[in-house]
């Protein structure tokens, strides 16, 4: 059951955030709105609003944990509890819209911001919302990795290393939290049809998804159907990656 539960989604303003943020809300959760563009997320809570669901949100860069601890505090003052987590902020790379950058093209910036936000910003967010999970004895988090994590593309080393951090991060943070029945898990998404692949052409698109052994790219709402089951009441799993790739990293 999702209904009545506190969820925080942080990149909720666009692509696999904002569907997972609506999905929660759909399903009778209050859901905390986390982005570090005010405009996006306030359109959504709007949207929301127009429906007759419960959000709130909060402005907040991810890889600066004050920021974060402030976030969880509004959302816990707000109401008096979280249950759920979802990680999903993240980049590509400093150097937008471009997603390939060679190893000798990556400087100290371009390794750190991507670092900060993807793997470092999961880091503090569990650090800031688990408190609160630990006096409830319960709570759920979903990291969002990738398939890059174990089928790297060349041109984009900090991603990938960023991503593959957040798999083994999920592994101990589900180990050191199952005494207080909080469940860690990760999603890794394949090729999906978000903003983040804007500047990629269709051509290039369509060359990928022909890969995939189900015959198309991934949409939002395919991770998004993931992360409810991950975030449901009774759900026995726990320090595991799924792949949301329809099939196109298989083992």
Do not use: W
């Given at each position: 059951?999702?209904?009545?539960?506190?969820?925080?989604?942080?990149?909720?303003?666009?692509?696999?955030?904002?569907?997972?943020?609506?999905?929660?809300?759909?399903?009778?959760?209050?859901?905390?709105?986390?982005?570090?563009?005010?405009?996006?997320?306030?359109?959504?809570?709007?949207?929301?609003?127009?429906?007759?669901?419960?959000?709130?949100?909060?402005?907040?860069?991810?890889?600066?944990?004050?920021?974060?601890?402030?976030?969880?505090?509004?959302?816990?003052?707000?109401?008096?509890?979280?249950?759920?987590?979802?990680?999903?902020?993240?980049?590509?790379?400093?150097k937008t819209p471009s997603w390939h950058v060679p190893l000798l093209e990556i400087d100290d910036r371009e390794w750190d911001r991507v670092l900060a936000v993807n793997l470092k910003g999961q880091f503090n967010c569990a650090k800031a919302v688990v408190p609160y999970m630990m006096e409830q004895n319960d709570g759920s988090i979903i990291n969002i990795g990738s398939t890059t994590?174990?089928?790297?593309?060349?041109?984009?080393?900090?991603?990938?290393?960023?991503?593959?951090?957040?798999?083994?991060?999920?592994?101990?943070?589900?180990?050191?939290?199952?005494?207080?029945?909080?469940?860690?898990?990760?999603?890794?998404?394949?090729?999906?049809?978000?903003?983040?692949?804007?500047?990629?052409?269709?051509?290039?698109?369509?060359?990928?998804?022909?890969?995939?052994?189900?015959?198309?790219?991934?949409?939002?709402?395919?991770?998004?159907?993931?992360?409810?089951?991950?975030?449901?009441?009774?759900?026995?799993?726990?320090?595991?990656?799924?792949?949301?790739?329809?099939?196109?990293?298989?083992?």
């Open positions: 059951m999702i209904a009545g539960k506190v969820a925080v989604v942080t990149g909720a303003g666009k692509g696999i955030g904002r569907k997972t943020a609506f999905e929660f809300a759909k399903a009778g959760a209050k859901v905390v709105l986390v982005g570090h563009k005010p405009d996006s997320i306030g359109e959504l809570h709007r949207y929301l609003a127009e429906l007759g669901f419960e959000s709130i949100t909060i402005a907040a860069d991810v890889s600066d944990f004050g920021a974060v601890s402030k976030m969880a505090e509004q959302a816990k003052d707000k109401y008096g509890r979280i249950d759920i987590l979802v990680n999903n902020a993240g980049i590509a790379s400093t994590a174990l089928s790297p593309t060349s041109g984009s080393a900090a991603f990938c290393a960023s991503k593959a951090g957040v798999m083994a991060l999920t592994r101990v943070l589900a180990k050191e939290l199952a005494s207080y029945r909080i469940r860690v898990n990760c999603i890794a998404p394949g090729l999906t049809l978000t903003p983040a692949q804007d500047s990629v052409s269709m051509e290039a698109i369509d060359t990928a998804a022909g890969t995939i052994p189900l015959g198309r790219a991934g949409l939002p709402s395919d991770v998004a159907q993931v992360i409810l089951f991950f975030a449901s009441d009774g759900t026995f799993v726990t320090g595991q990656t799924l792949l949301v790739d329809g099939g196109g990293t298989m083992h």
